[in-house]
């Protein structure tokens, strides 16, 4: 299971620096693409709903931008949890739905941006509950049915450390987003373009996101969050790396492969 977290009103920082108008670049930066350090906090962030029509029915939408834009964000290296998960059905089929990877949260600024996130688009949320649900909604429950960033992984004997999931898309005509792959060799010297198939759990990975947009679906909500490119560094062998509870890895030595050897345990982000 999951845990909840009460989220309180957002309080933006005592001092933002905003941009009048979308430059062409912002120190180095393509217009709307930021670094961890200069993204402005969310709480100055643009939330506007959108009428639309999905399956035949009228809905709603949230757009997100910052000075005309949606985000994106460039973030610290961060350790992959798994490879590229895709939705099936119950016959194994390739169901709809965007696949996605994820990663374990360990950097102390990655982890309060997406905290501040979570909070200003829950104020958003609580705000335009009627608009979003058709009726109006408390925070508590807003907060109970949000899909949080920080996700944090319960089972019977141990809490294990926060991860993100990322939405991925592979090329394609109808596609919103693609995201694009990089695999620095072992010596780092070069870089190669990859596919989805190459993101592996234990990877390394330097990453941008675009976060477009809230999503909801019946009374459960979140945001979005898009793996738009991802640098991957192989630096270990994945099947040589042991996951403890305090979100480090550590390379083990080689163990010769035996016939006897069983899996003893399920993977607690595999469900």
Not at 200 to 225: F, H, N, T
């Amino acid at each position: 299971m999951s845990t909840k977290r009460s989220l309180e009103p957002a309080v933006g920082p005592s001092k933002v620096v905003r941009l009048e108008e979308p430059l062409e670049m912002v120190s180095g930066m393509p217009r709307g693409e930021y670094t961890l350090a200069s993204v402005p906090h969310p709480s100055t962030w643009d939330f506007t709903t959108k009428s639309i029509t999905r399956n035949g029915k009228p809905s709603v939408v949230v757009d997100i931008a910052v000075n005309g834009w949606a985000p994106t964000v460039h973030f610290p290296s961060q350790t992959v949890a798994f490879p590229v998960k895709r939705f099936v059905d119950k016959n194994g089929v390739e169901a709809s739905g965007r696949p996605s990877t994820s990663i374990h949260l360990s950097d102390p600024a990655l982890l309060q941006f997406l905290d501040d996130l979570d909070a200003c688009a829950l104020d958003f949320v609580v705000s335009k509950s009627t608009e979003l649900f058709g009726k109006a909604r408390s925070r508590d429950s807003l907060s109970d049915s949000m899909t949080t960033l920080k996700h944090v992984k319960v089972t019977a004997d141990q809490t294990y450390p926060p991860h993100l999931s990322l939405k991925v898309n592979e090329p394609g005509p109808d596609k919103k987003f693609v995201t694009r792959v990089f695999v620095c060799t072992e010596a780092a010297t070069t870089v190669r373009q990859g596919t989805l198939a190459d993101v592996e759990r234990g990877d390394e990975a330097v990453m941008v996101v675009r976060i477009p947009s809230l999503w909801v679906v019946d009374s459960k909500w979140g945001v979005l969050v898009n793996l738009t490119r991802v640098k991957l560094s192989k630096t270990q062998n994945n099947e040589e790396v042991c996951y403890f509870g305090d979100a480090q890895f550590v390379t083990a030595p080689p163990v010769a492969s035996s016939p006897e050897v069983t899996e003893t345990s399920a993977d607690p982000y595999n469900d």
